[in-house]
C-alpha cells in the first residue's frame, strides 16, 4: 500500500494536534504546517510517540503569504502526493491590525491562508487519488454579515464580528472548491468542531470573554473536538456530500449565504486578487 500524507495546519495544540495523533494511528504519515518552531517540534515528538508514527515539521506562517508558498513549495519538492489536507489553524486578533500583506490578522490566518495554501496544493490534490480537503470552520459564521466590498470590516470593526465572517468564507470557500474538484476524485467538506476548551478564547473580551469564562467547564475536550475532522479525512461514506458543513459527524444546513454560487464564486475571484493568484 501507498504511503498517505496528511497536511495539518496548526497540529501543535488544540484540536489540531489531536486530529494529528489520531489520523497518525489511522496510519497516515503526518505533515505539521505550524508557525512557531519550537513549540511545534515539541509537539512533533510527543505526537510521534503517542502514535508511534514518524512525524514531519513545515514552517509556515498563515499571517504571510511568502511564509505560506515557501512551505507549499518545500512540499511539493519533498512529497508527491496530499490525501488529507486540514485546514485547522485558527486565530482572532484582539485589535484590528493588518499583515505584511496589508491584509486584516485574522481574514488573512482564517481564510486567505487556507485559500492560498489549498491553491498552491491543488496539482498536487488533484493528483492523489480520492484526495480529501477538510477545512475546519465554526457555528459562529451564522452571526456574520457578508459584504463582498467589506471583508477587511473597514466599515464596523470588531474583533468577534471579524472572527465569524471569516469563518463563514471558510464555509463558502468549501462549496465553491467542491466545484473545481468536481472532474476529479477529489473532495472537500467543513465542520464546525465544537466548542473546545482551549486558549483560542484568550483574545476575546468584553461581554463576550465574560460568556467564555462562563461556559468553559461545559466545553468539550481537543480530542471531542477533532472527532468530525478525523470523520472528514477518514469516512468512506461521506463523498458524496462534496462541498457540504458538518458538525458532530453530521450533515449540517449552514447559513443560507454559505451556499450562494454566485457569492461563493465572487468570493473565490476576490481572495484569488488578494492572494495574488494568477
Not at 487556507?114 to 490534490?125: C, D, K, M, R, V
Not at 484568550?202 to 467564555?212: M, P, Q, S, V, W
Amino acid at each position: 500500500m501507498e504511503k498517505k500524507y496528511c497536511i495539518i495546519t496548526g497540529a501543535n495544540a488544540g484540536i489540531g494536534k489531536a486530529s494529528a495523533i489520531e489520523l497518525a494511528k489511522k496510519g497516515f504519515h503526518i505533515v505539521m504546517f505550524c508557525r512557531n518552531k519550537e513549540k511545534a517540534e515539541k509537539a512533533r515528538q510527543e505526537i510521534a510517540e503517542q502514535s508511534e508514527h514518524p512525524v514531519d515539521l513545515i514552517i509556515c506562517d498563515l499571517a504571510s503569504q511568502k511564509s505560506i508558498r515557501q512551505a507549499a513549495k518545500q512540499y511539493t519538492q519533498n512529497y508527491d502526493r496530499v490525501d488529507v489536507l486540514l485546514n485547522n489553524a485558527g486565530f482572532i486578533a484582539k485589535q484590528k491590525e493588518k499583515t505584511e500583506d496589508g491584509i486584516e490578522s485574522t481574514l488573512a490566518v482564517n481564510h486567505l491562508g487556507p485559500f492560498l495554501l489549498t491553491n498552491l496544493l491543488f496539482e498536487l490534490i488533484q493528483k492523489t487519488p480520492n484526495a480529501r480537503v477538510v477545512n475546519v470552520s465554526s457555528e459562529a459564521h451564522k452571526y456574520a454579515s457578508f459584504d463582498l466590498d467589506n471583508l477587511e470590516l473597514d466599515k464596523g470593526y470588531d474583533n468577534m464580528k471579524d472572527y465569524c465572517l471569516s469563518k463563514l468564507c471558510n464555509i463558502m470557500f468549501t462549496h465553491e472548491l467542491a466545484k473545481k474538484l468536481k472532474d476529479t476524485s477529489a473532495t472537500t467538506y467543513s465542520l464546525h468542531p465544537g466548542v473546545v476548551a482551549s486558549n483560542f478564547q484568550d483574545n476575546t473580551h468584553g461581554f463576550l470573554g465574560a460568556i467564555f469564562s462562563l461556559i468553559r467547564p461545559f466545553m468539550i475536550s481537543s480530542e471531542k473536538g477533532a472527532s468530525t475532522s478525523v470523520f472528514l479525512a477518514t469516512d468512506p461514506g461521506v463523498t458524496k456530500f462534496n462541498g457540504k458543513y458538518f458538525e458532530k459527524k453530521t450533515l449540517k444546513k449552514p447559513k443560507s449565504v454559505a451556499y450562494d454560487d454566485t457569492l461563493c464564486h465572487q468570493l473565490w475571484d476576490r481572495s484569488k486578487k488578494m492572494s495574488n493568484l494568477k
